[in-house]
DNA sequence: CTGAAAGCGCTTACAG
DNA sequence: CTGAAAGCGCTTACAG
């Protein structure tokens, strides 16, 4: 392959010029870096990544943690987070934490990372104080994504969970619907996740607010997952007199709960109304009214963040050429969450209940 | 951050024998990598990826291309494809084409792959002659997953979308159907994207080896998607009295199928029938039939394919140490293409045609 | 089994 | 605006 001294030979330059001119730094006559850029057009030079971080000291490589990259919100803010990264020059390296343990320790334990990325994108991913303290350690900039998610000093972008949920119910109870259920993840885990908390409070504080007092045999915990939905709501089936509408902490739950009450010979929404929160790419074919959330714009806010602090998105004119990320030390507060809205989405699984 | 000769100062041997206990080679007695270990545990030593690729000349790195990593057929590849590399000490480098002409340009036209990964797996993804060229001249070994996507030299992971479309067909016609339908992906596409094409072949096949000659006015073509499928069907219901039965070349249009249907007040199955080609996460939550894949599995089996050419899977000792991947000049000649077996699964879209 | 030394291919002060 | 030289932190023959 082609090195840095073959395009300085051809080009009549020193390496440090070529260097230079390839990354567009402004201390290049114009001559020379035409001169330079044809030479390594001509030689088809690409600049050895290894050797660039080694002698720079960054990677161009932003690390980008999620639980699940099959789950909706997931796959749909990395989509968006990889258009801006790859855009603006950066490599992604995914990291599926998928349940393993050892995979968790890995990524967020080891110094592996701190000389591997220059930032970290960490999305919905539960922390312990442990995890917390290693993160901080590495001194790296980083953004998370989701409430359940805390580094301190890190930027967060997310939604209002409790409100999302509160609207969810405030519209069963505009519907006329009072014997309202919730399906929701399980606070059993031992991680502190905190998604589904807010969303049960959401949940709560709509029904006091009308002057219902939340019933805890209508509260099913249950895993974050269709099938977790599924389970939850033969469940709450199983428990007596069903609901009239099951709030569901989020669309994955609530497909999971037309499932199962479909398989019980329950009509959605004649019999049992449902409600998810997400607004997931096939809730429009399942006709499921949900809150909807901005993932996409939350992985392309995240990303912004964390390369732009100064609101500057630096062109890349080369391969190689890349913007600084966001410095660990730009400040050691806790920056205020960004928090994007959210909006009902009526379909066809809400309806008045049928007394009404 | 501590660095090889700190380790190799605090265990009393060099900065090679450090290397070399890190990276569990055989020329280190015992107590010498017991001596190493330790040193480097309590630094907290982790290597300079940058430095130690630099000077082996690998990676660690591979490079997993994508169409759209929120479909679910390339979420699921993704998934298990990470893991393994996870487990095998590899980085995962994500490219999201997601339509995107420039970035195809710079993934498969720039050297910069070449420099950046050990090996590529490319998934679905649509091939000119010159990507062909410019993958070829990389010299790196790859595999590909779906057969749409060929490179000489390359081993290829697929099922046989022939027969599963045949397969797909022959249950509507074992059923009673003899007006069936075909919504595929849109051949006008420029790129050489087989899969679509493949499994019209295997609905025409069923059909006429059933006696029925394929009727162009059953077939639309539509993109790959949700959306697509929903055009499909409304085209298709345009061109007047509707069949009884249709099978989606994929899932996902299979669910914009449904959906379109709904729309036009038509019930599935009673009216009609929809079969689809995936088993999508959401098939059962759907009652829809179809023709199960096995994503993980293909996206398990390329990775093992690039990593373990001799069957053999290194333990990585230490983080760092990698097997060196399947040399790209190992064999010539393009290996057999390995077929993993579909299986029809039969859910509640399918039924027999009213009239029989 | 181990070490001294060269070298991987860049970038970055420093000097001009 | 440009260049000579040092240095980034490892791995790899080579020698013993």
């Known amino acids: 392959m082609t090195r840095i001294d073959d395009v300085a030979r051809l080009a009549g330059v020193s390496t440090a010029t070529v260097s230079r001119a390839l990354r567009g730094l402004p201390t290049v006559s114009a001559a020379t870096r035409r001169r330079v850029l044809a030479a390594a057009e001509q030689l088809q030079y690409a600049v050895s990544p290894s050797a660039s971080r080694l002698a720079g000291g960054r990677t161009g490589t932003v690390a980008v943690v999620?639980?699940?990259?099959?789950?909706?919100?997931?796959?749909?803010?990395?989509?968006?987070?990889?258009?801006f990264l790859q855009d603006s020059g950066y490599d992604l390296l995914l990291y599926n934490l998928g349940g393993r343990e050892q995979t968790?320790?890995?990524?967020?334990?080891?110094?592996?990372?701190?000389?591997r990325v220059d930032a970290i994108i960490l999305v919905a991913t539960p922390l312990r104080a442990a995890d917390v303290h290693a993160l901080t350690k590495l001194e790296l900039p980083g953004v998370t994504i989701s409430s359940g998610t805390k580094v301190p000093g890190w930027p967060c972008v997310r939604i209002d969970d409790v409100a999302a949920a509160r609207t969810a119910t405030r519209h069963l109870l505009d519907l006329g619907h009072t014997r309202i259920a919730h399906i929701s993840g399980d606070p059993d885990d031992e991680l502190a996740f905190t998604t589904h908390l807010d969303r049960r409070r959401g949940y709560q504080e709509a029904l006091r607010a009308a002057g219902i007092g939340p019933d805890p045999s209508l509260d099913?915990?249950?895993?974050?997952?269709?099938?977790?939905?599924?389970?939850?709501?033969a469940e709450l089936l199983a428990r007596g007199e069903p609901p009239t509408a099951i709030v569901a902490a989020c669309d994955e739950m609530a497909m999971g709960a037309i499932t199962a009450?479909?398989?019980?010979?329950?009509?959605?929404p004649q019999d049992v109304s449902v409600i998810g929160i997400d607004d997931h790419d096939l809730a429009g074919v399942?006709?499921?009214?949900?809150?909807?959330?901005?993932?996409?714009?939350?992985?392309?806010?995240?990303?912004?963040?964390?390369?732009?602090?100064?609101?500057?998105?630096?062109?890349?004119?080369?391969?190689?050429?890349?913007?600084?990320?966001?410095?660990?030390?730009?400040?050691?507060?806790?920056?205020?969450?960004?928090?994007?809205?959210?909006?009902?989405?009526?379909?066809?699984?809400?309806?008045?209940?049928?007394?009404?």
């Open 66 to 83: 999620v639980p699940r990259i099959t789950r909706w919100f997931f796959g749909t803010v990395v989509e968006a987070v990889e258009e």
């Open 220 to 233: 099913v915990e249950s895993r974050f997952t269709i099938d977790g939905g599924t389970q939850a709501t």
């Open 286 to 356: 399942l006709g499921l009214s949900t809150i909807a959330q901005p993932a996409a714009e939350q992985g392309l806010l995240a990303a912004r963040i964390l390369l732009d602090p100064l609101g500057v998105r630096a062109a890349a004119p080369h391969p190689g050429a890349v913007p600084a990320p966001r410095g660990a030390d730009t400040d050691d507060r806790t920056p205020t969450p960004v928090i994007l809205p959210t909006r009902l989405v009526v379909r066809e699984s809400t309806a008045p209940p049928r007394a009404h």
């Open 104 to 115: 968790r320790q890995r990524v967020l334990h080891t110094a592996s990372l701190h000389k």
């Open 261 to 268: 009450l479909r398989d019980a010979g329950l009509r959605v």
